[in-house]
């Protein structure tokens, strides 16, 4: 019953099972202590739990908090420093950064609460306030897999979609994703449907659903965080660090000039020309360019996104009261 739960909070020292030790010994499943059996260690970072915390004080707190981004705007709110946002993405286009940086950076002071940061951790999902009002947050982590999309982070970004249309909560998509995993492994945990999950879900929400761009946006991973294409949100805006392309710049340049490549025979002029036509590639691909074709809304200032996000729920209309739920269910996934 525990898994049909909207959120799950776990405290230190929890054990969470679909049976005890007798139904594990009836089974004929061997002999174990009940602290043996779905402990934190286990359940924290397979994604059964939604919010670990130390203890019931705490649980408490946290429920508190969860419940209270289904209760409506709040009128007590503190702005963060916008202008902190312009040097989070560095200007080397390979170095790391933090998203979740990024995440605070937008959220109203200590008003962020990330769900099952420790499993699918491709991407960030969490509830968030701008000036008051609730939204949802789903977030490429360029820490892992510079932020592309594996099968369990289409799972978890597809879940928490599913939660927040469920309750009419806006959603806002950061992007900084090269695109949807490949490789011989990653095709052994069934990346091609659990990442087309994302696909089929944000085309049947409802609420708004909002898209910035920090870095990288490429391929199918990227239409995937703008809800199938980046026509498709309230708005579709990027960071001037944004870069775009069908795939990442470094493979399309290998595949697309391959012969042109291998008859250079000097291979320090070889490796020039690789590096020449990487750049060209950036060039076309760079925000100012993508937004002068109007594949995008806008190129804005990152102190700007609180106010696109905050002037784009005004233009909303409130949702029309209705009875009964909305969605048949939400993924227990």
């Keep these: 019953m525990l898994g049909c739960c909207d959120v799950i909070i776990a405290t230190e020292g929890s054990n969470i099972g679909i049976g005890g030790p007798a139904m594990i010994e009836g089974g004929g ?7 043996e059996v779905g402990p934190m260690d286990v359940q924290v970072p397979n994604g059964v739990v939604d919010i670990f915390v130390k203890d019931e004080e705490e649980a408490v707190a946290a429920a508190k ?48 609460l990330e769900l099952r940061p420790d499993w699918g951790i491709g991407i960030i999902t969490c509830f968030i306030r701008v000036e008051g009002r609730p939204m949802g947050v789903i977030a490429n982590n360029p820490a892992h897999l510079s932020g592309a999309i594996d099968a369990p982070g289409g799972d978890k970004g597809t879940r928490f979609m599913q939660l927040c249309d469920a309750f009419d ?59 199938g ?27 697309g000039f391959r012969k042109e490549l291998q008859a250079i025979e000097d291979p320090e002029e070889r490796a020039e020309t690789y590096e020449k036509m990487v750049a060209d590639s950036y060039e076309r691909g760079k925000a100012v360019n993508m937004a002068s074709h109007f594949e ?25 009261p209705r009875k009964g739920k909305k969605r048949p269910n939400v993924d227990t996934w």
């Design 229 to 255: 294409s980046f026509k498709a949100p309230l708005f579709t805006v990027t960071w001037p660090t944004g870069e775009f392309g069908g795939m990442g710049l470094e493979g399309a340049v290998k595949l």
């Design 296 to 320: 995008l809304d806008d190129v804005i200032d990152p102190a700007d996104s609180r106010k696109w996000i905050s002037r784009a729920l005004r233009s909303v209309p409130p949702p029309v």
């Design 29 to 35: 499943l061997g002999v174990f202590r009940p602290e």
């Design 65 to 112: 908090k969860y419940l209270s981004y289904f209760q409506g705007p709040v009128e007590e709110w503190e702005s963060p420093d916008p202008r902190k946002l312009r040097f989070v993405v560095p200007e080397n286009r390979l170095r790391y950064y933090d998203m979740r940086e990024v995440i605070q950076g937008i959220a109203d002071v200590d008003s962020v």
């Design 169 to 227: 909560i806006p959603i806002l998509s950061l992007c900084d994703c090269p695109g949807i995993m490949v490789g011989p492994e990653v095709e052994k945990t069934g990346v091609v449907r659990h990442a087309a999950r994302m696909f089929v879900t944000a085309a049947n929400i409802d609420v708004p659903l909002m898209t910035i761009v920090t870095r990288k946006g490429y391929g199918l991973g990227a239409q995937a965080m703008a809800g």
